[in-house]
């Protein structure tokens, strides 16, 4: 069963607008890791950020924000002021404490794409 | 600092041909290593990971079979391959004391004809 679900396949905004990617994940261990990852078109992954579940406080980075709402179990990640260098697919991944492998599950990926 | 290479960076090879991707990390020890696929679309396929020298794992069954022959190497293999193993390849590495983030390399674009 999918564990991170993004439903957005795909966002097209102009340069400055906003965009919020969501991110929604499902898990039964009390202890679990979120992330972002962005792939821009050259293809490497490059990590964005880690939320561990004990800690919700949202997070700002610049023009990067995330929301990590327990709640509703989503972690969402919003981008300010959008840029063309922006453009890339964006990945949201779950890790479970009891995978003691450290895997990662990773949603499908939402490419947003942003026009000048 | 840590960093990950990959090698080559594109390979175009004809079917039924070996195959042979290698991954490298500098800077750390002992690290969990993994292989992904991701194909045509966005999705990204766990493929083999590894906790030590010669101990590999694998998620799912196909063509593919990797190896570690040393703590920092990690490489990827087929005997022949087909049209369906082209795709893109990622390998990433995890500190053993870090909350599971995994750092990528450039990755290698593979196409079969």
Do not use: M
Not at chain 1, 85 to 110: I, M
Request: charged share 15%; glycine share 6%.
């Amino acid at each position: 069963a999918q564990k991170v679900t993004q439903a957005q396949t795909e966002i097209s905004v102009v340069e400055k607008e906003d965009v919020t990617l969501d991110c929604v994940y499902e898990t039964r261990d009390t202890t679990y890791y979120l992330f972002w990852y962005k792939q821009p078109p050259s293809g490497e992954l490059v990590f964005l950020i880690r939320r561990n579940s004990f800690d919700e406080q949202n997070e700002i980075s610049g023009r990067y924000s995330w929301n990590f709402q327990k709640s509703t179990s989503s972690f969402n990640f919003t981008i300010t002021a959008s840029q063309v260098v922006d453009s890339a697919v964006y990945f949201c991944a779950l890790s479970e404490q009891s995978d003691s492998w450290g895997k990662l599950q990773f949603g499908a990926g939402t490419q947003v794409v942003v026009t000048p | 600092s840590q960093t990950i290479h990959q090698w080559p960076a594109t390979l175009v090879q004809p079917v039924g041909s070996p195959l042979s991707l290698e991954c490298t990390v500098e800077g750390t020890s002992n690290p969990n290593l993994y292989w992904y696929r991701q194909a045509a679309g966005r999705g990204l396929q766990l493929l083999f990971y590894s906790v030590g020298i010669g101990q590999i794992s694998s998620e799912v069954p196909q063509n593919l079979s990797a190896s570690r022959p040393q703590d920092r190497q990690f490489i990827l293999s087929s005997k022949k391959l087909l049209l369906s193993d082209s795709g893109f390849y990622l390998c990433a590495w995890r500190a053993l004391s870090s909350y599971n983030e995994q750092f990528f390399g450039p990755g290698t674009r593979l196409t079969v004809l």
